[in-house]
C-alpha cells in the first residue's frame, strides 16, 4: 500500500510523473491543452453555457468555430458536473435547442442505466454481433486520409472529440475495415476524457449497428458537409477510399437477453433513494465518477478526512494515457487545498480496510463489487436525472417509453 503526497495545484504534471506516469501509455506526460479537471474549470465551463444554435451546429466538425458541442462531458463523466445539475442550467438559446441538449443528457443517462444493469455484458454486442475480419491486420484509421487524420489527432493530443469524429472512427473501424469495434472502443478509453465504459460502448455500439442492426455508414459525404476544408486539402481527395457508401450489411443477432427486456433487482441497480446509514463514518471515499464538491457524502461530511485511491492492478492493466491522470489528478490538487485528502496507488480493498466509510453510490460494477467488501455504513444516493427501474433497455425509444 502506497500513500502518496498530496499533488499541488502548480505542480499537478510533477506529480503524476513522478507516481503514475510508468502506469500510463506515454513516455512523457502530456497534459489535454483544452481541459483542466477542477471544480473551477467545470463551474465556469457550466456558467458559459449558451446553446443558440446547438441543434444545428452540435456535430460540426471544422472549422472549429462552427461546432455547437459544449465541451461538458469530461466533467460530467466526473461528477464535477450532475447530469440533473447540467439539466437545469438549459435555459439559454432557442427552445427547440435546449430541447436537443436535454435529449442527449437523456442519452448519457441511458447508457449509466444500461452499464449499471448489464456491467460487462456491454462488451459483447446487445442485440447484434458485428462481424470481425481477422485478415486484416493495417490500422483501420489511415493517417493518410485527412479525416482520420485531423480525427485520431485531436483524440490523442486533447482527450475530446465531438460526437460526429467519434462517429466517423467507429465507423471507419468496424463497418468499413471490419475490426473488432471492441479494441476500437479501448482505444478511445485510453485517451478520452469523458471516457466511461458506460458512454463509450454503447456509443460503440449503435455506430456500429450491434445496438440496432443499421450500421451508420461513414462516407466522404459526412466530411464535405461536416468538414469541407479536408478534402479539398486530403491527398486521397481524386481517389477518395470512402468516396462511396459502405455495403449495407446487417450484423447477425446476438443471443437473446433478458437483462435488456426487465431487471429482476431495479433497486439493486440504482442504489438508494435516501442516505442508507448504519453508523458513524471516519472517512469518506471518493471514486473517478463522483468527485466534484456537489458529491452528497462529500457535502454531508466536510470535517472528515477524503480518501482516494489510484487502483495500481488496474491501472497497470489499462495503461491509459497520462492526461487522463493529470485530469483527476488536477481535481486532487484542487480539493487537497480546502480539506484533508490522502491519495494512495494500492489495491482499494487494502487501503480502506478497517475504515468506516461515507461513500456516494456509482453505478458501475466495479463500485458495487468493492462496497460488499467493505464498511460502508453511509451509502448516499447517485443524482440520477432518471431514476433506473425494472423497464426495457433494449433500445433508447424502449427505454425512454418506460419512463
Request: aromatic share 8%; charged share 25%.
Amino acid at each position: 500500500m502506497t500513500l502518496l503526497p498530496n499533488p499541488l495545484p502548480d505542480d499537478v504534471d510533477g506529480w503524476v510523473g513522478e507516481h503514475l506516469l510508468h502506469l500510463s501509455c506515454d513516455a512523457e506526460v502530456r497534459r489535454s491543452p483544452r481541459f483542466i479537471g477542477t471544480q473551477v474549470a467545470a463551474d465556469a465551463a457550466l456558467a458559459g453555457l449558451d446553446l443558440a444554435g446547438y441543434a444545428r451546429r452540435r456535430n460540426e466538425v471544422l472549422p472549429i468555430v462552427a461546432r455547437g458541442a459544449t465541451g461538458l462531458s469530461p466533467y460530467i463523466r466526473h461528477g464535477l458536473l450532475a447530469l440533473p445539475q447540467v439539466s437545469r442550467a438549459a435555459t439559454s438559446g432557442p427552445s427547440k435547442d435546449r430541447q436537443k441538449f436535454r435529449d442527449e443528457l437523456m442519452w448519457q443517462e441511458y447508457a449509466r442505466h444500461v452499464y449499471a444493469r448489464l456491467g460487462e455484458r456491454t462488451r459483447s454486442g446487445l442485440r447484434f454481433e458485428p462481424v470481425v475480419d481477422a485478415d486484416r491486420a493495417d490500422d483501420p484509421w489511415e493517417r493518410s486520409m485527412a479525416c482520420m487524420d485531423v480525427s485520431v489527432d485531436e483524440l490523442e493530443r486533447d482527450g475530446w472529440l465531438v460526437n460526429q469524429t467519434r462517429m466517423w472512427l467507429a465507423s471507419q473501424w468496424t463497418v468499413r475495415h471490419g475490426a473488432d469495434w471492441r479494441e476500437g472502443e479501448d482505444r478511445f478509453f485510453t485517451h478520452l476524457l469523458d471516457g466511461s465504459r458506460a458512454a463509450n460502448r454503447l456509443g460503440w455500439q449503435w455506430t456500429i449497428g450491434a445496438g440496432t442492426g443499421k450500421p451508420y455508414g461513414f462516407s466522404r459525404w459526412q466530411v464535405e458537409k461536416r468538414a469541407p476544408e479536408l478534402c479539398a486539402g486530403c491527398v486521397h481527395r481524386d481517389d477518395c477510399p470512402v468516396e462511396q457508401w459502405p455495403d449495407e450489411r446487417t450484423p447477425p443477432p446476438a443471443d437473446d437477453d433478458e437483462l435488456l427486456s426487465t431487471d429482476p433487482d431495479p433497486d439493486a441497480t440504482a442504489g438508494p433513494i435516501d442516505v442508507y446509514s448504519t453508523g458513524g463514518p471516519d472517512v469518506v471515499w471518493l471514486t473517478a465518477e463522483s468527485l466534484g464538491d456537489g458529491d452528497p457524502a462529500l457535502t454531508a461530511h466536510a470535517d472528515l478526512p477524503v480518501v482516494f485511491v489510484f487502483d495500481e492492478t488496474l491501472l497497470r492493466r489499462l495503461e491509459l494515457s497520462s492526461k487522463r491522470l493529470v485530469f483527476l489528478a488536477d481535481r486532487l490538487a484542487e480539493l487537497a487545498t480546502s480539506r484533508a485528502v490522502e491519495v494512495h496507488l494500492a489495491d482499494p480493498l487494502d487501503v480502506l480496510d478497517g475504515r468506516s466509510i461515507a461513500t456516494t453510490f456509482a453505478p458501475v460494477p466495479k463500485a458495487r463489487r468493492l462496497r460488499s467488501r467493505l464498511d460502508v455504513v453511509e451509502l448516499h444516493p447517485w443524482p440520477w436525472l432518471v431514476r433506473p427501474n425494472a423497464g426495457a433497455i433494449g433500445s433508447f425509444s424502449a427505454w425512454r417509453r418506460s419512463r
